[in-house]
């Protein structure tokens, strides 16, 4: 609807606002249960954090593959400022968002521009559609090597 940047910059400045919201509310009515399920697991990754919370959450919210409201609510136990969660999740957000806004306006541009619907193959085919396809499987690899390295600290 507002194309690839607007759209993008759009969802980046919402999701950032209601994840900042929802960590908010997570942090000042659960932290001490968050805490006290999941403390323990997480001892080695508190230190961490503490040692420069800005990169590590930024990494955090780079990496993804925790369901969204879970993942808004574990930075409670590391007690991260709010600042630094706004912008980790602004910036750490933006490329995922970007492919995805990507995508959906190639989809919508093939729509418009054909009279007769397109099959899958002719839409796999158009740059619009397999460059931000290609963009999240390269994405998907980045994250899988960055887990593996801080994981293996």
């Known amino acids: 609807m507002f194309g690839k940047w607007v759209g993008t910059l759009i969802s980046v400045i919402s999701i950032s606002f209601g994840a900042l919201i929802l960590y908010s509310i997570g942090n000042f009515f659960f932290r001490d249960l968050v805490k006290s399920i999941l ?7 508190i ?10 959450f930024l990494v955090y919210r780079f990496i993804g593959g925790i369901p969204f409201a879970i993942a808004n ?3 409670a136990i590391f007690n991260v400022k709010n600042k630094n969660y706004f912008f980790g ?3 750490g957000m933006t490329p995922q968002l970007f492919i995805v806004v990507s995508l959906g ?6 729509i418009n521009e ?3 619907p397109p099959t899958f193959f002719e839409m796999l085919l158009s740059k619009e559609i397999y460059l931000p396809i290609v963009a999240f499987i ?3 690899i980045m994250g899988f090597f960055l887990r593996k390295i801080i994981y293996s600290k």
Not at 39 to 45: A, D, P, Q, R, V
């Open 73 to 75: 609510t574990i930075p």
């Open 47 to 56: 230190q961490l954090f503490k040692k420069n919370e800005f990169f590590y």
């Open 89 to 91: 999740t602004l910036i």
């Open 114 to 116: 054909n009279s007769l």
């Open 39 to 45: 403390e323990k697991k997480f001892e080695k990754y």
């Open 105 to 110: 306006s190639g989809v919508e541009k093939i």
């Open 138 to 140: 390269i994405l998907l």
